[in-house]
């Protein structure tokens, strides 16, 4: 993976290579080298609330379709398990329900309990060495962020690590008391390739020349990228005032006109937050040149929806997507095979290719 290595010096470097963009093998490798190693967003607190109630749940569909189960046990804790019967493969739970005890598989009778541990199972009293540890539902790695809830299917780092910038930053902003709205939530799909999508939003230099609306309400000339591990911040400031968080004297952004706190997560998520509430961005890889991209909406303050940087984000993604489906093309040509970074405005970008060239090379 040579023709990946990224330069430490975003003044020095130079971008992927066009192939990355292209290549049905590198598409593949990514599924089990990034996607399946990182933390992805699944759903939220609200559709899982009463003891007994059991949710299934698709990690990355379309790409990794891994499929849970979301189980809120008669202690009230929440836990996460494989939806796959441990006897020969079944699906087990097809839609939400009430299990008030346990799991039964409905092509052999294998029962777990709310736990994911094997209970019973009929016409095995003469198998030798039954059960085992073998026999109870795997246990699938997840994690909250109030009210979000990610899980992985082996994860490369800790969940703590890869938020704990955004928790230390936004301890103030109260997120477990923002509300989904699916009717301010969509999907689109965009004609070019999932890390296409992801450069994009990761720099603000096309700002002035693809969202002139946008360009409007932010202060570009202090719009800042702030790089951590495995997420990164693009802090929006305002050229106004009225549309601003309200900030604690004692935060670390207390005294600035905040529109906008644009969160990465690696390698496909984005959570930005607005005075409104947030827009929880999900990046889905469908094919090297297609990608399904899920916004969602959680509101916190109803009353500032239509103002400020997340007032238009329909008319800010329809922009994103045309000039990144034009990206796609381009980069199909013979005489394009790599470019450079600008190193004022693209740390965002050239932090993600190293993170990319990382785990395709681990």
């Known amino acids: 993976m040579t023709d990946f290595a990224i330069d430490e010096d975003i003044a020095k470097a130079a971008t992927l290579a066009s192939h990355f963009y292209t290549?049905?093998?590198?598409?593949?490798?990514?599924?089990?080298?990034?996607?399946?190693?990182?933390?992805?967003?699944?759903?939220?607190?609200?559709?899982?609330?009463?003891?007994?109630?059991?949710?299934?749940?698709?990690?990355?569909?379309?790409?990794?379709?891994?499929?849970?189960l979301l189980i809120r046990d008669m202690e009230d804790q929440l836990r996460c398990v494989s939806n796959v019967c441990t006897h020969r493969g079944n699906m087990l739970v097809d839609s939400p329900c009430i299990a008030q005890q346990h799991i039964k598989c409905r092509y052999h009778g294998r029962r777990f309990n709310l736990q994911g541990e094997f209970i019973h199972m009929p016409e095995f009293e003469k198998t030798?060495?039954?059960?085992?540890?073998?026999d109870h539902l795997i246990q699938v790695p997840f994690a909250t962020l109030d009210p979000f809830i990610f899980a992985s299917i082996n994860p490369a780092?800790?969940?703590?690590?890869?938020i704990q910038p955004i928790?230390?930053?936004?301890?103030?902003?109260?997120?477990?008391?923002?509300?989904?709205?699916?009717?301010?939530?969509?999907?689109?799909?965009?004609?070019?390739?999932?890390?296409?999508?992801?450069?994009?939003?990761?720099?603000?230099?096309?700002?002035?020349?693809v969202h002139k609306a946008l360009r409007a309400v932010l202060d570009y000339g202090n719009y800042t990228t702030e790089l951590f591990p495995y997420?990164?911040?693009?802090?929006?400031?305002?050229?106004?005032?009225?549309?601003?968080?309200?900030?604690?004297?004692?935060?670390?952004?207390?005294?600035?006109a905040v529109a906008a706190y644009y969160y990465w997560i690696f390698p496909n998520t984005m959570l930005n937050f607005y005075p409104w509430g947030c827009s929880v961005n999900v990046v889905k890889p469908l094919g090297p040149e297609l990608t399904k991209v899920s916004f969602l909406s959680f509101v916190l303050d109803e009353s500032k929806l239509h103002i400020g940087a997340g007032a238009e984000l329909d008319k800010v993604e329809r922009e994103d997507e045309a000039v990144v489906e034009s990206v796609q093309r381009?980069?199909?040509?013979?005489?394009?095979?790599?470019?450079?970074?600008?190193?004022?405005?693209?740390?965002?970008?050239?932090?993600?290719?190293?993170?990319?060239?990382?785990?395709?090379?681990d």
């Open 231 to 256: 997420c990164n911040l693009q802090l929006g400031l305002s050229n106004g005032g009225e549309d601003c968080f309200v900030i604690p004297d004692e935060a670390q952004d207390a005294g600035k």
């Open 330 to 361: 381009g980069i199909r040509s013979r005489f394009y095979k790599q470019g450079r970074y600008s190193a004022t405005r693209e740390q965002g970008v050239h932090h993600f290719h190293q993170l990319l060239a990382k785990f395709l090379s």
């Open 23 to 68: 290549s049905n093998t590198l598409f593949d490798q990514a599924k089990e080298k990034i996607f399946a190693q990182s933390w992805q967003f699944c759903t939220f607190r609200e559709v899982i609330r009463t003891p007994g109630q059991v949710v299934p749940v698709s990690i990355l569909p379309g790409c990794l379709d891994e499929s849970v």
């Open 157 to 162: 780092i800790s969940f703590e690590e890869l």
């Open 128 to 134: 030798e060495n039954f059960p085992t540890q073998n």
């Open 167 to 209: 928790k230390e930053r936004l301890y103030w902003l109260p997120m477990s008391q923002m509300r989904f709205d699916p009717n301010r939530s969509r999907d689109y799909l965009v004609k070019a390739h999932w890390a296409l999508y992801c450069e994009n939003y990761l720099e603000g230099l096309h700002i002035p020349f």
